[in-house]
């Protein structure tokens, strides 16, 4: 057997190299490159491996571990899953802090291969610089908190066990149904260490990625429970565009006249003026759609893990007949809410069940002109909340209608937390697909700048916009400055509402005055932050990193704004100052928050009660 002896560091990446991912017949270079910050616990190791012997893999410097990993996420996302970036950080602090973006990847189903350093696996100079020691168990380390978030996790204590550590993690990654975050932890002294790898370990490998079919009995039992509905609806989640089934959802609900509402993960599955597009579903959901679940004596779900936002906390179908049927890849997924189970690939079970349907002749049963009716009125609504006045100052919802009608209907808008995720859920009218792209699984402040720098990388020929919060911002901004490195321009579309007005909206609706959310200065000689708003430049502070930057106040300015930021070649910042509390409402939809059943407040214990009702009203699966 031929080897060639290497660092594990240096074998790693040249198997990395070596992946590939086929799908419907077409191969793509699965690991792009690696995303990384150095410190002591990676730098002599995968460092010298990126810096010598990289391949063809591509380097990215990051600037905060958490943003680098979003950016890997929504890249991984934006390529339906098909291409990914590894992250590689130091031990201790530079590991930790990819814990909450290695959650996110892993909620929401999308691939990150993450490779923090870890703790000398010889302990000869034990306690090294930013060890965790645990003095009960002394193999636990910075690095065990990723067993929770990821996957699948290995530590690798000798440079041979790579051999199986890496192709279990690409195992993993490259499966549609487990896919998530993936750690391979690695010690600073064994990413050094030399060990004679057999060649063909570093052969070029191809994973098949085969659409997994419905099975027969599956089909056969959906459609006979299908064909005793009247009133179906489709809930499209984010498996309909990771399995590029939007063509195959049009011609489903054609084909049987059913309408279809989307989760955060599905929009633009569907465009917006398709005659059976009813619009978002659940918590955040249009009142088109939230009616329609109401009445609906069968949910087709459709790539979708059903949410607590989706399902309205079990409360939005109300009709005592429903039955659910649920396709999904995941088994875990298909499962739920006590559905009839289709395991399989969206594309491939749509196709099997509408020949089933066909044959059986079924077609829905809504009254002539109804889905109709309802979309027309959901639409009107979107107009005026699109032109929405206020006499404080600019509305939040005037503003997304000036955006929605004046970037190019091919730009993506990613979004993660805030008040905007529901705005935009409700109110975006995406005409193509994976052009709106939401982190709402884990809902992630933060995510948003990191995520549109990962978006542009994948998406070099579409105009790409970050529409995030002041709060957001402020968290985590960092891989702005990556984007001006990188030469890959993205523009940031800045909500100024002095703080983080979405929990404020939820808190003070659950019977609190409001405490705590918004960005004011203390009151002298009180515990209170109930002083003036803090006046912050964010339009100045894009500027120092530098970017481009501008501010628009109102709707005018802000169509000028737009088109000027898009003549632009560097990363660049509108800032949107917005009335808070000028963001959409709840359209005939429940969210279950806990509300004290003591309290010296008279308007929370009644929000107390109002919770009780709702849950009793609620399925209890």
């Known amino acids: 057997m031929r080897t060639i002896r290497l660092t594990m560091a240096q074998a790693l990446l040249r198997f990395l190299d070596q992946q590939y991912i086929s799908i419907d017949g077409q191969e793509t270079k699965f690991v792009q490159g690696v995303m990384g910050i150095f410190g002591h616990g990676n730098v002599t190791g995968i460092g010298e491996a990126l810096e010598y012997s990289a391949g063809d893999l591509t380097y990215i410097q990051g600037k905060n571990e958490q943003g680098m990993v979003h950016a890997a996420t929504a890249y991984a996302k934006q390529k339906n899953r098909k291409q990914i970036y590894a992250c590689t950080t130091s031990i201790g602090p530079g590991a930790l802090n990819m814990v909450t973006a290695a959650a996110t990847a892993t909620v929401n189903r999308i691939p990150v291969l993450l490779l923090p350093g870890d703790n000398f696996a010889s302990r000869q100079p034990d306690p090294v610089l930013q060890q965790l020691e645990v003095t009960n168990d002394y193999t636990i380390s910075a690095t065990d908190p990723f067993k929770s978030v990821s996957k699948y996790w290995d530590r690798i ?7 199986s550590a890496a192709t279990q993690a690409m195992r993993v990654l490259t499966d549609p149904a487990e896919t998530g975050a993936v750690t391979l932890a690695l010690p600073q002294d064994v990413q050094t260490e030399a060990y004679d790898y057999p060649e063909a370990f570093f052969d070029k490998k191809v994973h098949y990625i085969d659409r997994r079919p419905a099975a027969q009995e599956a089909v056969q039992r959906a459609a006979a429970v299908i064909l005793g509905k009247k009133r179906p609806l489709i809930i499209a989640g984010g498996g309909v565009l990771y399995a590029e089934a939007t063509k195959e959802l049009a011609e489903f609900a054609e084909t049987f006249g059913i309408p279809v509402a989307e989760t955060q993960a599905g929009k633009s599955s569907m465009p917006w003026n398709h005659a059976l597009h009813v619009g978002a579903i659940g918590v955040t959901g249009a009142l088109a759609a939230n009616k329609l679940a109401k009445q609906a004596d069968l949910i087709i779900g459709l790539g979708t893990r059903y949410s607590d936002f989706t399902t309205a906390s079990k409360s939005a179908f109300e009709n005592d007949d429903v039955q659910f049927i649920n396709i999904n890849i995941s088994g875990f997924d298909s499962s739920k809410l006590g559905g009839i189970s289709i395991t399989a690939d969206a594309k491939e079970a749509l196709s099997l069940l509408r020949e089933a349907l066909t044959f059986l002749d079924y077609s829905s049963n809504y009254e002539t002109g109804y889905i109709a009716t309802l979309k027309d009125e959901w639409d009107r609504e979107v107009d005026r909340l699109y032109q ?33 995720p529901g705005d935009l859920h409700r109110l975006w009218r995406s005409t193509e697909p994976k052009t709106y792209h939401m982190e709402y699984g884990f809902s992630c402040m933060g995510y948003e700048v990191s995520g549109a720098f990962g978006a542009a990388l994948a998406e070099p020929g579409r105009e790409v916009y970050a529409i995030v919060g002041d709060g957001s911002y402020l968290m985590l901004h960092s891989e702005l400055v990556t984007s001006l490195q990188e030469g890959q321009k993205f523009t940031i579309l800045l909500f100024d509402n002095h703080g983080f007005q979405c929990i404020h909206n939820l808190q003070r609706s659950q019977g609190s005055e409001g405490f705590g959310n918004e960005f004011r200065y203390r009151e002298s000689g009180t515990r209170k932050l109930t002083g003036n708003y803090m006046p912050i430049d964010f339009a100045a502070h894009a500027r120092s990193l530098g970017a481009k930057s501008y ?23 509108i800032e949107i100052p917005v009335v808070p509390g000028t963001n959409t409402g709840g359209y005939e939809s429940w969210w279950q928050v806990g509300v004290p059943e003591v309290s010296e407040s008279a308007k929370v214990l009644a929000a107390h009660e109002e919770m009780k009702k709702n849950i009793q009203a609620a399925k209890p699966i």
């Open 157 to 163: 204590v000798r440079p041979e066990q790579l051999i």
């Open 551 to 573: 501010k628009a106040t109102n709707p005018e300015e802000l169509k000028a704004a737009l088109l000027q930021a898009k003549a632009e070649t560097v990363t660049t910042l």
């Open 388 to 420: 929405a006045e206020c006499a404080e100052g600019f509305a939040q919802t005037h503003a997304l209608g000036v955006i929605n009608e004046t970037i190019d209907a091919s730009s993506v808008v990613v979004c993660a937390a805030g008040s905007l």
